[in-house]
Nanobody
Framework: VQLVESGGGLVQAGGSLRLSCAASGFTFDDYIIGWFRQAPGKEREGVSCISSSGDRIYYLDSVKGRFTISRDNAKNTVYLQVNSLKPEDTAVYYC???????????????????????WGQGTQVTVSS
């Protein structure tokens, strides 16, 4: 199983990036994919997640309206479009995968790191003011 993030970089406040999470080694379209981030000295927090079919999504309140998650199951890839970036968005961004039998049961757990089985190595996003 492998998850590989890419697309991070250094941008000015107000800028945009498109993060990608490429998956291999498992049946991608059976898995929920989440994006997390971890800033220096802080705990890893859930940013967004998307259901296996792509029709159900959660977002962290502070990124609603600025970040958009999507997936292409034909390419085994999940994307996170990050717009209107702020210095407080600076962090290492990780994607993670979990096979969960019920979206309804999953909902309350979507932002917990303990929910997910597989993790990527992360991509750095730095936003300058």
């Amino acid at each position: 199983v492998q998850l590989v993030e890419s697309g991070g970089g250094l941008v000015q406040a107000g800028g945009s990036l498109r993060l990608s999470c490429a998956a291999s080694g498992f049946t991608f379209d059976d898995y929920i994919i989440g994006w997390f981030r971890q800033a220096p000295g802080k705990e890893r927090e859930g940013v967004s997640c998307i259901s296996s079919s792509g029709d159900r999504i959660y977002y962290l309140d502070s990124v609603k309206g600025r970040f958009t998650i999507s997936r292409d199951n034909a390419k085994n890839t999940v994307y996170l479009q990050v717009n209107s970036l702020k210095p407080e968005d600076t962090a290492v961004y990780y994607c993670a995968a979990v096979h969960f039998p019920s979206w309804r049961a999953f909902g309350s757990r979507w932002s917990s790191t303990r929910t997910y089985d597989y993790w990527g190595q992360g991509t750095q996003v730095t936003v300058s003011s």
